[in-house]
């Protein structure tokens, strides 16, 4: 809504600015930038032939979930097979998340915390890079942005609270059939909820069981009905084979595995070489440095392979120190710390340098029809150029988010400030699976990160907000000295 300033002019507020500017950025980097397909990339175009055919599910590998695939089978039919039907599916989910942070932190904050936020976000180089690579990053963050709007909505009626559990629900099932790391999320959402909802229960002495135990009922169904989805998903995929899979290249990739294990066999001296490498060269933080790793792999995995999870838990049971600085390893590399295993770094070097424009955009190893399709060739532009040197100020920016949003989470838990709190909670348990596993891929960190440098200004705002109202509420301490005469109380 447009306002009338005191002299009759006309004035737009500050929040509507910003997203005027957000809309036409978008568009800007729509046009600048090309689309780039990784490896990763091909498989998913591959897949949006195959989901919805006869060739599945014969032809579906089973580390993949439908409903990315299936967004590009549907912007196939609508729009052809081209660079924008790419952008359709990525692009818009990017938009989508930018629009529900800037509304949920208004809806908190007011309009310039929402204004500067929804700008910052849409600066984030990493998230304008993987807006443009077929990988599903972007979505990632959108279901994010999602989750944590949801969790800091307070509906105070009954109905509306349903509406709530719905909405939920329906964006951790869509969640899960659009990337499986995403599940963890449900009962961090259901305690979430419960917390944030609880205040809102009548509190009056004998007043009816029912509300807590609906209120009980509806966080059992956040955590049950996006597990049971997932369940019924296994008779075409298999999450635990692919978590195998996972923890059976992070052993080796963060040098979980001892050197005086059986499991290595003649490979030990390799093994402790590449070791001793990675460190030299500082690149620990994203474990063995890539030509060692893929040297020494596939020697190592057949070993592993017989029972990946018995020698990953075994690991951590006698080494525990090792694992816990891997794992300290993994969770510098996703604060933004830099590990020269990067493909973050090598993804926006693709996308965003202007010396790499005139390239293919494509890796090689794909399929021809997606070549043909999909091959595009951008010039340097004034935008790209821009946005190659926000790379090394974001950089120091997504520190400073991370660090932030550790300390609001523990203002949150410990002053019990449930918008604080959730803001800060959904992006790091959403990291915390891979920490755990140990997964160093820097780019399954960036939907998280970018959800921390979207409430780089909120998370401050509302710490300080908490203990001011602590400071405010706590009893003021007073002095009782006895009456005398001629003494002044300073009671």
């Not at 509507?16 to 978008?26: D, K, M, Q, S």
């Not at 392979?305 to 990953?312: C, E, I, R, T």
Request: aromatic content about 12%; overall charge positive; some cysteine.
């Amino acid at each position: 809504m447009v306002s009338t300033n005191p002299a009759g002019s006309v004035t737009i507020p500050l929040f509507r600015w910003a997203v005027y500017l957000v809309i036409g950025f978008y568009f800007c980097h729509l046009i600048a930038l090309p689309v780039f397909i990784t490896f990763d990339g091909h498989q998913y175009l591959n897949l949006a032939d195959v989901v919805g055919s006869h060739r599945f599910p014969k032809d579906w590998p089973f580390t993949r979930t439908p409903l990315f695939p299936l967004l590009f089978k549907v912007s196939f039919k609508l729009v052809g097979r081209h660079p924008r039907a790419a952008w359709g599916v990525t692009c818009p989910r990017a938009l989508a998340g930018v629009g529900v942070g800037g509304v949920y932190i208004r809806r908190t904050l007011g309009d310039w915390p929402a204004a500067l936020s929804m700008i910052l976000v849409s600066l984030f180089p990493p998230l304008l890079v993987y807006q443009h690579t077929i990988l599903t990053e972007v979505g990632v963050f959108c279901f994010l942005a999602m989750l944590v709007g949801l969790l800091v909505w307070y509906p105070q009626s009954p109905d509306r609270r349903w509406l709530q559990v719905g909405a939920l629900l329906v964006t951790l099932c869509a969640g899960y059939f659009f990337r499986q790391t995403l599940l963890p999320l449900a009962p961090v959402a259901a305690v979430l909820f419960a917390f944030g909802a609880w205040p809102t229960l009548p509190r009056p002495a004998g007043t009816s069981w029912k509300p807590r135990a609906i209120l009980l009922a509806q966080s059992f169904l956040i955590i049950g009905v996006p597990c049971l989805s997932a369940q019924a998903w296994q008779r075409f995929g298999n999450d635990k084979g692919f978590f195998n899979i996972v923890i059976t290249q992070t052993m080796v990739q963060q040098a979980l595995i001892p050197p005086d294990s059986p499991l290595l066999g003649t490979h030990a001296q390799e093994y402790q070489e590449a070791i001793a490498v990675s460190q030299s060269s500082r690149n620990l933080n994203s474990g063995l440095r890539w030509d060692l790793f893929f040297q020494i792999f596939p020697k190592l995995a057949p070993a592993i392979n017989q029972d990946p999870l018995a020698v990953f838990l075994d690991c951590i049971r006698t080494h525990p120190g090792r694992y816990l600085a891997a794992a300290g390893r993994v969770a510098l590399l996703f604060s933004g710390c830099q590990g020269l295993n990067s493909e973050v770094e090598y993804h926006q070097n693709m996308v965003l340098n202007p010396q790499n424009m005139g390239l293919k955009n494509h890796m090689e190893g794909g399929f021809p029809n997606n070549e043909r399709d999909f091959t595009q060739v951008a010039k340097p532009s004034l935008v790209l150029r821009c946005l190659w040197h926000l790379k090394r100020p974001y950089k120091v920016l997504l520190i400073l988010a991370s660090a932030v949003s550790v300390l609001g989470l523990a203002i949150g838990l410990f002053w019990r400030a449930h918008t604080l709190f959730s803001l800060c909670a959904i992006p790091l348990a959403y990291l915390l699976p891979y920490i755990l596993m140990l997964d160093s891929v820097d780019r399954y960190a960036v939907p998280a990160q970018a959800i921390l440098v979207l409430n780089l200004v909120a998370v401050p705002m509302l710490g300080w907000r908490a203990i001011r109202s602590k400071i405010a509420q706590a009893p003021v301490l007073t002095t009782h000295l006895p009456a005398e005469p001629n003494f002044v109380s300073l009671g």
